[in-house]
């Protein structure tokens, strides 16, 4: 168990719809991470939020959109969906702000499925 | 942050000694080298992290040559549950803001009876 908490395991919608996902970090952690990885694909970087501000962002579509609350956890907003957005969305934490000082610790990941 | 080359898969048997390489020719000074495992529809783990020469834990060793340009993740004797995909990856750890935290392709690793 990593300590990352996501929620919900699995989410099926329909094209256009809005979902949010949420994430909780680990115990400690600061920065929160978004990934998404579609079949057999690579984990695809969206944006990284660090004590409540956002610090990198990635392929993040304009319809996405993420935020990290005052008690750190983050919620990834998905609109206007599209059956390419089914994916597994995964979310990732840390205790410092960049790579490797601290590795991610990354959760189970929320399956999104657009039909 | 430094892109990264592995192979695309490999496969062992139960009981070998596997080692994967990643080539980062880019590495630049500050950055880290480390290593996560993946499971289908699982979150990656971490495995290993290291910054020169050798570093061991409970489950892998990971080597590093004077130049940094690759290092190789080695499992000893793999099962079939080390079946997963391997990814390399290489940042800096001064946490600059724009970093693309990007995996690679990974290394799909499949070991057999």
Redesign the interface.
Known sequence: D?G?TQTPKHLITATGQRVTLRCSPRSGDLSV?W?QQSLDQ????LI?Y?NGEE????NILERFSAQQFPDLHSELNLSSLELGDSA?Y?C?SSK??????S???????T?LTVT | LAKTTQPISMDSYEGQEVNITCSHNNIATNDYITWYQQFPSQGPRFIIQGYKTKVTNEVASLFIPADRKSSTLSLPRVSLSDTAVYYCLVGDIGGNAGNMLTFGGGTRLMVKP
């Open positions: 990593s990352v991470y990934y690579g984990l695809q970087f990284q660090y610090r990198a962002k990635g597994l995964f990732a410092g702000p960049g790579l490797p000082d590795p991610l610790h990354f959760g189970n990941g399956r």
